[in-house]
């Protein structure tokens, strides 16, 4: 039953980020937020994926573990990409949380060349276990850096009375909480003991979750103001 619910919360969901990608293309945001469309194209696609080699299935888990290295490197790139709109007025803050931002991506990194050197490079049924796990880790470590990254230039930005557009404010928002549960999900995935039934259920909240702040997402955006509209209007009230 759980099954057939996670499926059709699947396509649902590949829906709803669908949708995501309709009105960042049609409110024309791509001009300006080149990282954030390109990391709704590959929702898109690696949701069809799933729908089309069927979930859990092995070439599917593959796609999937695998697929964690290209979000470990892009991840980053959407963090700076938010603030495009307000990047006159942030650059020392930027520069400053840029710094930790590689330095987190460092540790990540060398944390991973340290599993790489204790885990066994197969399992019982001969698949690798180590590009698995290393990229779960990095996509954990640059998840939790961008994070922080995202943190740190909102405190700065209500430290110095920055006027935050609207955009900004929904992408900001968004991305933390989108990243807040894709570190959860990566530690989630690390522990053996949830499968089955439990598996199933954590799948579920994690589909309702994101489909949740997606759907708000899409609602809250609006087009760039044009040079003639002050940027007031479009800023968060």
């Avoid at 590949?14 to 049609?26: E, S």
């Avoid at 020392?92 to 540790?107: D, Q």
């Avoid at 599993?115 to 990095?138: E, H, K, R, Y």
Wanted: aromatic share 10%; hydrophobic share 50%.
């Amino acid at each position: 039953m759980l099954t057939q619910i996670n499926h059709w919360l699947e396509i649902v969901d590949t829906a709803v980020d669908l949708v995501l990608l309709g009105r960042v293309l049609t409110l024309r945001l791509h001009k300006t937020y080149v990282y954030i469309t390109l990391a709704c194209v590959l929702s898109v696609m690696f949701d069809g994926v799933d729908l089309w080699l069927g979930t859990d299935s092995t070439p599917e888990v593959r796609v999937f573990l695998y697929s964690r290295f290209l979000y470990a490197v892009l991840y980053p790139l959407v963090a700076w990409d938010v603030f495009e709109e307000v990047k006159g007025q942030i650059v020392k803050l930027r520069r400053v949380a840029t710094g930790r931002l590689i330095s987190g991506l460092f540790f990540a990194t060398m944390f991973c060349l340290l599993l790489a050197a204790f885990i066994d490079t197969g399992d019982a049924n001969g698949q690798s276990t180590l590009g698995s796990t290393v990229g779960l880790v990095l996509w954990a470590g640059s998840s939790s850096a961008s994070l922080a990254f995202l943190w740190t230039l909102q405190r700065g930005m209500r430290a110095q009375n920055v006027t935050v557009p609207r955009n900004t404010s929904v992408w900001l928002a968004y991305f933390e909480l989108l990243l807040a549960a894709e570190v959860l999900s990566c530690f989630l995935l690390l522990i053996p003991s949830i499968k089955g039934i439990g598996g199933e259920l954590v799948n579920l909240a994690y589909l309702l979750y994101g489909m949740a702040i997606t759907v708000w997402c899409s609602i809250r955006l609006r087009a760039m103001p044009t040079s003639e509209e002050p940027a007031s209007e479009n800023a968060r009230t």
